[in-house]
């Protein structure tokens, strides 16, 4: 069974940024994900419940600098 990490690099008012990682391999190397904050929270629920509980979502703890330039 595969595993879902999804890793929040920057969270606006509307949006959300972040990473997202099946079985601990980047998926979107092209850069990072955005998604507007209704849809990321029902990404997030379908993920989990497909996969049965194993689907993670966390802050990074390392954002990137052009986020506060």
């Known amino acids: ?3 879902y ?3 929040i690099i920057k969270k606006s008012r509307f949006h959300i940024f972040f990473n997202f ?3 601990d391999v980047l998926t979107n190397t092209d850069g990072y ?3 507007e904050t ?3 929270d ?3 629920k379908d993920l989990f419940k497909s996969s049965r509980g194993q689907c993670i979502k966390a802050y990074s703890t390392n954002p990137p600098a052009e986020f506060y330039s």
Request: charged share 15%; aromatic share 22%.
């Open 1 to 3: 069974m595969n595993r």
């Open 5 to 7: 990490q999804l890793i």
């Open 21 to 23: 990682f099946v079985n």
């Open 33 to 35: 994900i955005c998604l």
């Open 38 to 40: 209704k849809d990321f």
């Open 42 to 44: 029902q990404f997030y």
